[in-house]
């Protein structure tokens, strides 16, 4: 049994059943993502648009994974939309009023719903991208948009060795995601349908906080799939 065989099933038999996994492959080679998904693992996040059509395209060529989903969860430039929209389940890491207008706007021109979550910027670095609170509200207090279903928050903590800080991090993001739900109760967020109902955080280092502070999602790729030898074009 390899290694990514091993892991995802290991994963499967300790997450809750109510916990999704999304497999992080980016860097990793196409052979990587056929042995997850022979293992049992059916959905990939990428965060690059070319690497994720590359994949999408060797699949389809092989007929390997039918029923493959794919999230999208990196930076998403909008001149790069039709080179992830067409193929994902959900873009995971929706960090800007201009970019959810793009989707939106390029799903009336073609006639698809886009599943995203907003990224909550919940980390220390000012590197990591993201919608403040006080943003996120503003959305989710607006007009729903006709072609973008919002269905959650998605967001990463510091990237430090003190739980305390994770914990607060993961804290915040789960306190606006009930804020927001009492909101939509009271008919207040209107961009919040009945399915806004994911809390996407967790990676390798702490995922294990993470379900225990409540995600929905964890995304997880280094201790899947090791680290990353080379770049995958």
């Known amino acids: 049994m390899s290694q990514i065989t091993d892991r995802i099933r290991q994963l499967k038999s300790e997450l809750p059943g109510n916990v999704m996994l999304v497999a992080v492959s980016k860097f990793h080679p196409v052979e990587a993502v056929i042995e997850a998904y022979d293992a049992g693992q059916r959905v990939f996040g990428e965060s ?54 793009a989707i939106d706007r390029w799903g ?56 305390s800080v994770v914990r607060s991090d993961f804290s915040r993001l789960m306190s606006l995601y009930g804020e927001i739900v009492r909101l939509r109760d009271e008919g207040k967020c209107p961009a919040a349908g009945p399915d806004f109902n994911i809390r996407s955080f967790g990676m390798t280092h702490d995922y294990r906080i993470a379900v225990d502070m409540g995600a929905d999602v964890v995304r997880i790729g280094t201790f899947i799939f090791g680290e990353r030898t080379q770049t995958v074009k």
């Open 108 to 163: 009336a021109e073609h006639g698809k719903v886009t599943d995203i979550l907003l990224e909550y910027h919940i980390a220390s670095e000012d590197t990591k991208q993201g919608f403040s609170r006080e943003e996120i509200l503003s959305v989710m207090k607006g007009a729903a948009c006709g072609h973008v279903r919002i269905r959650g928050l998605m967001g990463m903590a510091t990237f430090t060795d003190d739980e």
């Open 48 to 101: 690059r648009p070319q690497e994720l059509l590359s994949k999408v395209r060797s699949l389809e060529t092989s007929g390997l994974c039918p029923d493959i989903r794919w999230h999208f969860i990196g930076h998403l430039q909008t001149n790069k939309l039709k080179m992830v929209l067409p193929y994902v389940s959900m873009v995971e890491s929706v960090d800007s009023l201009h970019l959810l207008d």
